[in-house]
């Protein structure tokens, strides 16, 4: 969902005397859920996003709706366009929606951005960036290489596997469409969310299984390239590995290359441990330069906020990622707990979260309050520990240890889980490390230092 980087429109000012401090073109954005999914839901979350964007009525609205809209989703696209006294209503179906506010992954939910003034949705032109909007099975090589280079979104249904509605000037359909934003200057970046393992090596032969790399057997050089932790031959992450060709003319800056994303990726299928051959899911030419890449959380929100700070005009806001409020972090285990009680459905993140509430039965009662808790507050002076504090970096250390980040702290907290005798003792004293490792870098202004982390955490072995 395209979405501004602040909570706030944008609103673009012209200079000349007639028009001063006159905005003639705004942007915001807008979401809203319920339980089931009813137009009056498109309806709300494009009146919201109107009222940030202090206008009447919208010149165009990009509206996306979750998955749960597909079978109905002319209704809903017909409420948003009366809600926005507007016939440009462009958008999709989607597994999830996301503002720069919240998230919707679990339930019936809409985000549009609503575009006024000179602000507009119309047919792309020669040097414009390209918003399309396609099924899956639309998405080949020749259409993407049609219109220049293009972004947007992949209509399918909550399992991402079947193609989900389009929509275009207020009616729902199924043929792709190609937009642009008239009125406004856009800048196009790639984030791929990947972390180079290795540098580049040449291929020795064409097709899908590459045997040698340099002069090594193939898979001995990526199991080099890999953490120790992950050099399993027989359970490498294949899931989360590639290989990535570089183009014919790129550089031997890899990180410019990387940033520039001047490489086409090749999915890992299988690994040979007899042979040393690596199978991968689309051929390379004879002579290629590869390297091989891993895509991690923390590489994928580093490499985002690196692209988006480069593709920021040097007078404009610095870019932003999505940042959760105080209230968003404290519902998230408000609601994972409600779900978890009554059996519910949760999302892989709630499930950790449940869990966590579930290992600390003195805050229950506190969680089960609902949004009574949202508005608790603790300070030092008081002389409590605040509860939801504890267990976001209680959630924090889970899902370092699912991704091994920093690497090898999953071997770190094993081991003190072993020494310890009980898991849950073993994550308060990697949570103190955390915690102090937490303030190091807030006094300090700086990222937090990984391995400070887990020499704190090792010392306590």
């Avoid at 193609?163 to 009616?171: A, L, N, V």
């Avoid at 180079?196 to 193939?218: N, V």
């Avoid at 889980?417 to 915690?435: I, T």
Wanted: proline share 8%; hydrophobic share 45%.
């Amino acid at each position: 969902m395209p979405a501004l980087p602040y909570p706030r429109p944008l609103r673009l000012l012209r200079q000349d005397l007639s028009q001063a401090h006159r905005p003639v073109a705004v942007a915001a954005s807008g979401l809203a859920s319920g339980e089931e999914p009813q137009p009056g839901i498109a309806a709300a979350a494009v009146r919201l996003a109107l009222e940030r964007a202090n206008c009447e009525c919208a010149s165009s609205i990009l509206l996306f709706l979750s998955a749960a809209f597909a079978r109905n989703a002319q209704a809903a696209v017909t409420a948003a366009s009366h809600a926005g006294n507007c016939l440009q209503v462009a958008g999709c179906c989607v597994p999830g929606v996301f503002t720069e506010s919240d998230w919707l992954i679990d339930r019936p939910g809409a985000a549009a951005l609503v575009l006024c003034g000179d602000l507009a949705l119309g047919a792309p032109r020669p040097g414009n960036a390209v918003l399309s909007l396609a099924r899956p099975e639309d998405v080949t090589p020749a259409w993407l290489a049609a219109q220049g280079q293009r972004c947007g979104s992949v209509a399918t249904d909550s399992a991402a596997l079947r193609p989900g509605k389009i929509w275009q000037h207020g009616k729902a359909g199924v043929d792709p469409c190609s937009l642009a934003v008239a009125g406004a200057r856009s800048r196009t970046g790639i984030s791929r969310g990947l972390r180079a393992l290795s540098a580049p090596f040449s291929a020795d032969a064409a097709g899908y299984e590459l045997r040698r790399l340099g002069a090594q057997p193939a898979l001995d050089s990526l199991c080099r390239a890999l953490p120790i932790e992950c050099r399993d031959a027989d359970a490498l992450p294949l899931h989360l590995l590639f290989a990535a060709v570089l183009d014919g003319d790129a550089g031997d800056d890899l990180a410019a290359e990387l940033a520039d994303g001047r490489f086409a990726l090749r999915a890992i299928l299988a690994v040979n441990a007899d042979s040393g051959a690596v199978t991968l899911a689309a051929p390379v030419p004879g002579g290629a330069r590869i390297f091989w890449a891993i895509r991690q959380a923390p590489a994928a929100e580093q490499d985002m906020h690196d692209m988006l700070t480069r593709l920021a005009p040097p007078d404009g806001p610095e870019p932003s990622l999505f940042n959760p409020s105080r209230d968003q972090a404290r519902r998230l285990f408000v609601d994972a707990w409600q779900k978890l009680r009554r059996g519910a459905p949760l999302t892989a993140l709630e499930a950790v979260a449940g869990d966590v509430v579930s290992m600390h039965p003195e805050y229950q009662a506190l969680v089960a309050e609902g949004q009574a808790a949202l508005a608790r507050e603790w300070t030092p002076e008081q002389g409590e520990t605040n509860p939801f504090l504890h267990m976001a970096l209680h959630l924090a250390i889970e899902e370092q240890l699912s991704i091994d980040q920093p690497p090898g702290i999953r071997a770190a907290v094993a081991a003190l889980q072993e020494r310890r005798g009980e898991r849950h003792a073993a994550l308060h004293e990697v949570l103190e490390c955390l915690g102090e490792t937490v303030w190091r870098a807030t006094r300090d202004r700086a990222p937090p230092d990984g391995n400070a982390y887990l020499d704190c955490i090792r010392r306590r072995l």
